[in-house]
């Protein structure tokens, strides 16, 4: 199994150990954080949902952001990916959120981040935002990294 699928198998045990559920709003990474969770065996115990808000329209429609967090911080910002994170969460009613927002590649947004820049957020009981910035102009690595950071993170969420 990939590193990514042993890290979603941890954040997979631990939130079934607590009880507790999962949802996801992702851009850059592509589905990759879902698709992650999903390939544990036993995910429906604690996956609500989740889904590639790739646009401001993929955005209100599909989780419901408030007008006010899409215009109080750009995309690909931790405010931005905190805001994804609360909406997913409340519009799934799950315990923890994630929200992810980039620049894959293998050019840079339309904002000045370079491409591999990531910025994630995990809203539950606890909240972080991390910026995470591959160096790398490779669209699917950078996915996958994107991916990564944002399992550690909600690891990270869950142990403390």
Not at 31 to 39: E, K, N, R
Not at 41 to 60: E, H, I, L, N, Q
Request: hydrophobic share 45%; aromatic share 4%; proline share 3%.
């Amino acid at each position: 199994m990939s590193d990514i699928g042993t890290m979603a198998e941890k954040v997979g045990a631990l939130l079934k150990a607590r009880g507790e559920t999962i949802a996801v709003a992702e851009s850059s990474a592509g589905g990759l954080i879902s698709a992650a969770l999903l390939a544990v065996p036993g995910a429906s115990a604690y996956f609500k949902g989740g889904g590639t808000v790739y646009t401001s329209d993929a955005k209100r429609i599909l989780i419901d952001i408030p007008a006010a967090d899409m215009e109080a911080n750009r995309a690909a910002t931790q405010g931005h990916a905190l805001a994804l994170a609360r909406a997913v969460r409340a519009r799934l009613d799950a315990d923890w959120g994630i929200g992810e927002t980039g620049a894959a590649g293998p050019t840079g947004n339309r904002y000045g981040d370079p491409a591999g820049h990531s910025a994630l957020g995990v809203s539950g009981p606890k909240e972080l935002a991390i910026v995470t910035a591959t160096g790398r102009q490779d669209r699917y690595e950078n996915m996958l990294a994107f991916t990564a950071a944002a399992l550690a993170l909600l690891e990270r969420c869950l142990q403390d």
